[in-house]
């Protein structure tokens, strides 16, 4: 008797073992990319760019074209393959170290310009790779290497709430921040992966999705309490929902 198959790995991701900290929510984030590439049948047409921080190898897991950028600079990248070959699908993976702290003026300026490309943006509030500092999304009163008694606001200052914030240019087409906590989050999580794509195939400018995930190893939390951590904490500091959203043949810019 054959065994009906009701779930198997994406074709979007490659047969290498992920590097990542046991509970981290990257490698579902990952399954998600490729399962949307895979789904939209555009594997063979998609140039994706890592960035540095966790996800620093991610070239390594994505199953379709990749290049790595310096940090901060994916975005930089992404314009440039993208004017250079306009009918490829271009993406960057990008963590908020990356993205929100030393490549903030990348994302803004591409968003500005809106650049046909898509940006994955994991928050998890955290420096994960370099040994779990403070980073521009790292909530106050947030403990982490470089704020042991918690953020201080009067300090270090408040966090950047990036989708907001790249929502009010004129160049981005669709903005979105979901999250990884829980499955039917997971679920919205993948619908707006694809629709940051499919935003990018009828080309009407920048698109990221913005996803909330999680640290266990330098929140100090196992897996499960880093899922609450994320639910409990930083939704209700980095509300959900669709930030910017311009229809086809849409006027807003």
Not at 94 to 111: N, R, W
Not at 183 to 195: G, H, S
């Amino acid at each position: 008797m054959t065994m009906k198959t009701v779930f198997e790995k994406t074709s979007g991701l490659t047969d290498n073992q992920t590097h990542y900290c046991p509970g981290c929510t990257h490698g579902i984030i990952h399954r998600m990319v490729g399962e949307v590439l895979e789904e939209m049948g555009i594997l063979e047409d998609t140039v994706g760019v890592a960035s540095v921080g966790c996800s620093v190898l991610s070239y390594e897991y994505f199953n379709c074209d990749m290049t790595q950028a310096a940090h901060g600079r994916a975005p930089a990248v992404a314009t440039g393959i993208k004017r250079v070959l306009p009918d490829r699908f271009v993406f960057t993976y990008q963590g908020d170290g990356d993205l929100a702290s030393i490549g903030i003026a990348e994302a803004v300026h591409a968003a500005a310009r809106g650049e046909n490309i898509t940006v994955i943006f994991v928050n998890n509030a955290i420096y994960g790779m370099t040994g779990g500092q403070m980073a521009p999304t790292t909530l106050v009163g947030q403990k982490t290497a470089t704020t042991p008694f918690g953020r201080d606001a009067s300090i270090q200052g408040l966090p950047i709430r990036v989708s907001e914030m790249l929502s009010t240019l004129d160049g981005t087409a669709y903005i979105e921040r979901v999250s990884t906590h829980d499955v039917p989050n997971i679920l919205k999580a993948k619908k707006a992966i694809r629709k940051a794509f499919e935003t990018q195939k009828q080309g009407l400018g920048f698109s990221m999705v913005e996803i909330l995930s999680s640290c266990p190893t330098n929140w100090g939390l196992d897996p499960n309490e880093s899922l609450d951590w994320i639910k409990d904490n930083m939704v209700p500091a980095y509300p959900l929902g669709v930030y910017k959203d311009v229809p086809k043949g849409g006027d807003e810019w």
